[in-house]
Structures are given as structure tokens and as C-alpha cells.
């Protein structure tokens, strides 16, 4: 699952004055510059929303970009689907990464990662990646979703919390569902699968984790915001403010990382020992063999892009810490797949509220989009997944309610799903930069939300509001109360036996 660190670069329009390249019927864009920066602190709680207006009302829903007084950085902004599909797809070895973002995040992530990566290294990356993600290591990834994360840890958590009467932050505790699972796969580490672990909040180096990532993360971005980079680069260099807070916090980073791969490393060598040596599935133990390749036949490509092992172990470090952002029978994963009305659910939902809201690339060249928009060379080139999932000329009239029945091609909420054009639904992205992992997290979320909603109803215990960060999230978490349901459907089948184990009353 490509979790991009660096797709939220529309936010930059917080130090912006935005000018529109045509008119619009109601001359927005010829408003004082003033007036416009005036809008944003006016607006910037509701950035997202404001954003989505400004969209709405622009010339084929793509407005140009300034830095404050004109300076700084410039680019595009687009909810289109025809200029999406030309900037993921259509003219793709134009649309890079850039050195914006990549200047910004490399002391967190290093500039070497895939999220970060361009040309041939990133190509390399991709490939090696993608074996991962197999139909076959799918099915896998959904036997242990399924039948030990559920059984053992998160549903004994949610019975504990329902017996107690326990109001508790449901978002932070599918975070840390979540990353076990990523460690599993990604990583080849068994975190605690036990329901005890999650009853304190988990392991005191996770939590101290999670705390310093949030820093370093939101810090990083936040060196997008500055109109020049000679702001924050003082800072580092004086090590004051939110730089020293970086530095510390990529400390603790870098320590855990240090863990999770001598834990990799052990694993590994205990599974060669007790059992015959297969091809690993685990990203880490792909990514090390890389870097040890020497024989010159094409597959040690990627590790002679790095000069020496302690190069290679610093890449193998930021891979690491880059896949934790994100964070089997066959008749297990089948029954998943089968689940069309959960599964348009959770499309829905996402189409409202991605969870990376914005994306960002930079022209290589200049170019023209397909309606007409000139960009030039080094402009960034941003396109919202939040503003389409809101536009009326993408979705119709109804485009701000939720209903899953539009994605199902039956009547009363029947029939199959049916996706659309990554163009029109970029929540994945699209074109080569496609997340690898989309099959992967539709398989985590349908298992936990059908195995969770079948047996507790959940009452949120305060409206929660979302927050302006690299990724979409709650504003404080999602504090809940949860109680038992009085009965529990038996239509999932040997899907519900793997969950509930033989002895589940």
C-alpha cells in the first residue's frame, strides 16, 4: 500500500495567493491579491473544503498557483479527470516527484525510497516491490488478517472494552492494527497478536514510535509551507524550534527502524534453520537480497546503485521507515471478495474522505494540459482526490451524500460492483504509480469491518473533525463506546468459523 508521504502538497496554497487562468463567470480570479490571502485566513481551518470551492468555480476545475506576492512556488491544481489521467498516465515521464518534496522529507525518508524515487531507481524499486503483492501472498495476508489479528487481538479487545463500558480512541487503536500488519507483511516480524498488548495502548517503544513519526512527518511537511527553503534550513542548521524537535524525532525513528530490522533478520535466519529455505514474500528480506546481488547478471542492478554496505544498510533503513508510513486458504479471501455491498461501503467512503487527500508532481518540461492550461517547466502539478469526490460533474447531483448503491450495477442495493477509471477515483492513484497495494487494503479493511460491525454496534461519543496533515485523520482520534450486539449473523460462513474458532459461542 503506497501510503505517500508527500501527495498533500495542495496545501502549500496556505501561503498562496491563488489566480485562476480564466475568467470565471464570477471574476474570482481578478480580485485583489490581497483579498486572496485574506480568504485563506479566513478559510484555512476549513482548507479542504475551501479548497474544494475554489475548484468548483474555476475554469474546468484547475486553477493556477502562486507563491505569496507572486513568489515562491508556482504550479496547477486540478479536480479534472481528463487532466489527472494526462499527469498520472498520459504524459507520465513528465510528471516526477521533484525536488521540492524530496528536499522537504529526505532527513525522515532519504531521497533513495521508492515514495521518493524517480527514473531508474524507482523503476527498479517498483518491480522488486510488486512480487509482494502477488494473488498468492494476498490470500496469505488475508488467512492471517482474518484468522489470528481478528480472533486473537482485536476482537477480544472490543468484547473487553464493551463488557467495561470503556470509551476508547478507535482510531488509534486500527493504527496499531494496522502497522502489525504491515510489520507482518512487510517486514517478516510478529508484533504481541495478543488482545493484552492493546489494553495500554500497546508496547511503550510503539507508542514512543507512533508520537515521534506524527513529528518528524508533519515537521517535514511542514518545510513545504515556507516560502524558501532558507527558512527552516537555518533552523536545522542552528538546530532551534521544530527542527531540533525533527532531529530528536527522527532519532527515535531511526532506533525503533534499527529494531524492526535486527527482529527481520533474526526471524529470517530461525525460519531457514527450522524449515526449507523458500523465496520470501516479506518486502524487507526482497529489498536485502537486492542489495547483496553481485553477479553481474542484471539482478543485482539496484545494489550497485550504492557505493558501499553502509550505504546500502542506510537504503534498506529508509525503506523500512518509508513502508511503515503506510503502514490462507483460498475460501477465506474468495468469501471477502464476495462481500459487494461492504465493498462499494468502503469505496463510498473513500471517495468522500480519501485518505490522502491531495497529490503532487513536478513538470520535468513544459507542457500544455488537455484543457488548455500552460505549465511550465519545475511547476508542481497537484490534483485533489477529496475536491472530485465532491464534484457534481463527476458524480451528479448527489455527489455529497453517501450511497453506496452507485457503485453497484443492481437495484436496492443488489447486483455487483462495478469501479471506475482511476482518472475519476485517483484515491489509489493511477497509471505507474498506482498503489501496489489496493488489493491488500481492501482485504484489511472488509475483514475488520464486517468481523467488528456483526457482533458491536459503535456510538461515537463526540462528532470528530478532520485535520490538515499529510494524511486524513481525526482531530484528537475517534473517541468511541462500544456494546455487544444481542445477536450475531451466521452468513459469513467458514469465514465466520476462522474468526470465531470452533469454540465461539
Known sequence: MEYSLFLFV??????????CRRRTRRNNNHRPPRANLVAFLVNGHRFLDWSTTLLAAAPASTMEVYGP???GHRGVTTANPAVVEHIVRGNFHNYVKGDRIKTAFADLLGDDGIFLADGRRWILQRKLASYSFSPRVIRRFAARVVGDQLRRRLLPFFAAAADDGRVFDLQDLLRRFTFDNICSFAFGVDHDSSSAAMEGGGDRRDSAFFAAFDDAVDISFGRILHPTTVVWKVMKLLDVGSERRLRRAIAVVDEYVTTIMADSSEQRRRRCSDEEEEEPDDLLSRFTAAMEEDDG???GELGEMFSSPAAKQLFLRDTVKTFAVAAVEDTYYD?????????ASITETMRLYPPVPMASRVAAAGDVLPDGTAVEAGWFADYSSYAMGRMKSIWGEDCGEFRPERWLNGDAGGGEFVGVDAARYPVFHGGPRSCLGKEMAYVQ????????????????????RHEMAVTLRMKGGLRVRVSRRRAVSSGMGRLGHVIDGPSAS
Do not use: N, T
Open 335 to 343: 468469501e471477502l471478495k464476495k462481500m459487494h455491498y461492504l465493498h
Open 69 to 71: 506576492l507572486g513568489s
Open 10 to 19: 495542495l496545501v502549500v496554497v496556505i501561503l498562496l495567493l491563488r489566480r
Open 297 to 299: 547478471d542484471g539482478d
Open 445 to 464: 479493511m472488509k475483514a475488520v469491518a464486517d468481523a467488528v460491525i456483526r457482533r458491536f454496534a459503535v456510538e461515537v461519543v463526540a462528532p470528530p
